[in-house]
């Protein structure tokens, strides 16, 4: 609120009245605008493979190891996320950090995020990126566990899942055209462990859009030394930020 004006006296006359002052009238001074509410940053995921109690990951393949890789590019594609103004929550917090399956998902539906990428490396043969996303319900299969039987995701997860893989795709095979081969988009079901459970364990605990990147066949000489290569690694990150862009924006 505006401050009361108190006028003096002006020698042999009596109060002025603010109608009488030069440069004023009926106009009101101007009013600051109040300030725009900041508003709020996409929250992304970033989960880096590996460890967990079911595979370390951490057999050498061709100079290096899936889990290094993993949390190697995993870290550059948090840097660039929040360069590009995302908010951004990694699922472990060193490169031998492990942390189950269904707590990786469980750490990303707390932080209220909008989507999560799972990076991984595959090893099987043949060459390029595959990406893999929930196409059905599972039912987690542990049975020393006490949630096993868990059912998941939801009908909505999939179908966000399904449109957020095609925008990274999209993305991906722009940004790395001549260099790594697209192999293309598949459901969880096409997996070993989804083939079993219906979907890929952090999938079924999924409360968001979640999105499963083979970045690389590891043990394709030629696609090991792409990702080993701190040149590569930036490269995946970057394509990998693109398509989370294409999807959702900061």
């Keep these: 609120m505006l401050a009361a004006l108190t006028l003096g006296t002006v020698p042999g006359a009596g109060a002025a009245a603010i109608d009488d ?6 106009a009101a001074l101007p009013v600051p605008s109040p300030a725009a509410p900041e508003r709020a940053r996409t929250v992304v995921c970033v989960d880096p493979g590996h460890p967990n109690t079911f595979n370390s990951a951490t057999s ?7 889990n290094r890789i993993n949390w190697q590019v995993g870290v550059r594609l948090e840097r660039q996320l929040k360069e590009a103004g995302y908010e951004v929550v990694m699922t472990r917090n060193a ?4 942390v189950e399956n269904k707590d990786r998902a469980r750490i990303c539906n707390a932080a209220r995020a909008a989507l999560v990428v799972h990076l991984h490396c595959e090893s099987t043969p043949g060459t390029g990126f ?5 196409d059905r319900q599972g039912v987690y299969d542990y049975k020393n566990d006490p949630e096993n039987g868990f059912r998941g995701p939801s009908a909505q997860v999939q179908s966000d899942s399904r449109a957020f893989s095609s925008a990274m795709f999209n993305a991906m095979r722009g940004e790395l055209a001549g260099t790594l081969a697209a192999q293309g988009v598949y459901g969880d079901s096409r997996t070993a462990v989804g083939s079993n ?13 979640t999105l499963t990147i083979e ?11 792409f990702i080993k290569a701190a040149a590569g690694q930036e490269k995946m990150a970057a394509s990998i930020a693109a398509g989370i862009r294409l999807y959702r924006a900061p």
């Excluded at 050498?60 to 899936?66: A, D, I, K």
């Excluded at 595959?130 to 929930?134: I, K």
């Excluded at 459970?197 to 859009?209: C, D």
């Design 95 to 98: 490169e031998l950090h492990s």
């Design 60 to 66: 050498m393949v061709n100079g290096t190891n899936e």
């Design 197 to 209: 459970q219906g979907a890929l364990t952090f999938s079924i605990f999924s409360e968001i859009p």
């Design 215 to 225: 970045m690389v066949v590891l043990t394709n000489k030629k696609d090991a030394e």
């Design 21 to 26: 002052l030069p440069g004023t009238g009926a």
């Design 130 to 134: 595959a990406l893999y996303y929930p």
